[in-house]
T-cell receptor
Framework: AQSVTQLGSHVSVSEGALVLLRCNYS??????LFWYVQYPNQGLQLLLK??????LVKGINGFEAEFKKSETSFHLTKPSAHMSDAAEYFC???????????????FGQGTILTVHP | DSGVTQTPKHLITATGQRVTLRCSPR?????VYWYQQSLDQGLQFLIQ???????AKGNILERFSAQQFPDLHSELNLSSLELGDSALYFC??????????FGEGSWLTVV
């Protein structure tokens, strides 16, 4: 079974500061890893994903994440926070469902990011 | 716009009633997923269909059922509704090797 743990349900940073949202996963097979963002009253938007290859993945809006197999982590970072980054962020893990498509996503509990002026 | 369309966007219904949520996947996507998002349970996987066949099942109640039609749209049927079924229901779609894209969700309120 797969699982995802997001450390910290709330993270608060100042505008311009580093954003670090932590995600650890558990998977018995090579994982596919995702970060999604959810703005208030909106759906989930993909920020970035790791499938294979380069372990440092760059996404939209200046976010990036690094897959560290030895640490079973996939932390999300952004060098300089912007007010518009305030949202809830979800880390998710999936497996390859027999090559037909991605298997189901297992989500973490989410981290609410607050950005102070 | 993710290309995944869900209707209705908002729905208020009474306990004991039945509702149907509809999802149109992105053009060409064969997989459809349903998720439930609630305050106490977070984002939970309900069920996945691939090209009309059930592929995986998660924490879906027996009162809930889903299907995927030949044109690949999907419906999630929720019956004998309870107050605790109030949640945001997401549909998502994907094609082999590609990203899973989410719709904007259907807000269900059971009163």
């Amino acid at each position: 079974a797969q699982s995802v743990t997001q450390l910290g349900s709330h993270v608060s940073v100042s505008e311009g500061a580093l954003v670090l949202l932590r995600c650890n996963y558990s998977s018995s097979v090579p994982p596919y890893l995702f970060w999604y963002v959810q703005y208030p009253n909106q759906g989930l938007q993909l920020l970035l994903k790791y499938t294979t290859g380069a372990t440092l993945v760059k996404g939209i809006n200046g976010f990036e994440a690094e897959f560290k197999k030895s640490e079973t982590s996939f932390h999300l970072t952004k060098p300089s926070a912007h007010m518009s980054d305030a949202a809830e962020y979800f880390c998710a893990v999936s497996d390859d469902a027999g090559g037909t498509s991605y298997g189901k996503l297992t989500f973490g509990q989410g981290t609410i990011l607050t950005v102070h002026p | 716009d993710s290309g995944v369309t869900q209707t209705p966007k908002h729905l208020i219904t009474a306990t004991g009633q039945r509702v149907t949520l509809r999802c149109s996947p992105r053009s060409g996507d064969l997989s459809v997923y349903w998720y439930q998002q609630s305050l106490d349970q977070g984002l939970q996987f309900l069920i996945q269909y691939y090209n009309g066949e059930e592929r995986a099942k998660g924490n879906i109640l027996e009162r809930f059922s889903a299907q995927q039609f030949p044109d690949l749209h999907s419906e999630l049927n929720l019956s004998s509704l309870e107050l605790g079924d109030s949640a945001l229901y997401f549909c998502a779609s994907a094609t082999r090797g590609n990203t899973i894209y989410f719709g904007e969700g259907s807000w269900l309120t059971v009163v």
